[in-house]
């Protein structure tokens, strides 16, 4: 079973930065597609970023292009999101997710994914 928890979710003003991390303890070699995924009341999951861990190949929502930065520590199991120049329609809760590929090496950002974590809330003020 793999356990996926955030951290590093803050209150920041616009234009400041965080990094957020995930833990992923128990993760296996087929969980090939790990992602970042946000969500605010009332409006669907939306995918921000995901990593195909087998060439470290990256994608990206195009309202975080430039901005966001997906990244990961094989050696610790950890899965990061930096985020620059945030803005207050970032504001929002995010989720650490997780399945294994099924395009061919493509991670999609729509939420379908197999694991998710419990999220964590970032705040971005005007």
């Known amino acids: 079973q793999l356990r996926l928890a955030e951290s590093g979710g803050d209150s920041v003003q616009a234009g400041g930065s965080l990094r957020l991390s995930c833990a992923a303890p128990g993760y296996t070699y087929s969980m090939q597609c790990m992602a970042w995924f946000r969500q605010v009341p009332g409006k669907e999951r939306e995918g921000v970023a995901a990593l195909y861990t087998g060439a470290d190949s990256t994608f990206y929502a195009d309202s975080v292009k430039g901005r966001f930065t997906i990244s990961r520590d094989a050696a610790k199991n950890m899965l990061y999101l930096q985020m620059n120049s945030l803005k207050p329609e970032d504001t929002a809760m995010y989720y650490c997710?997780?399945?294994?590929?099924?395009?061919?090496?493509?991670?999609?950002?729509?939420?379908?994914?197999?694991?998710w974590g419990e999220g964590t809330q970032v705040t971005v003020s005007s």
């Open positions: 997710a997780a399945q294994p590929s099924r395009y061919m090496g493509i991670c999609p950002l729509v939420p379908e994914y197999n694991h």
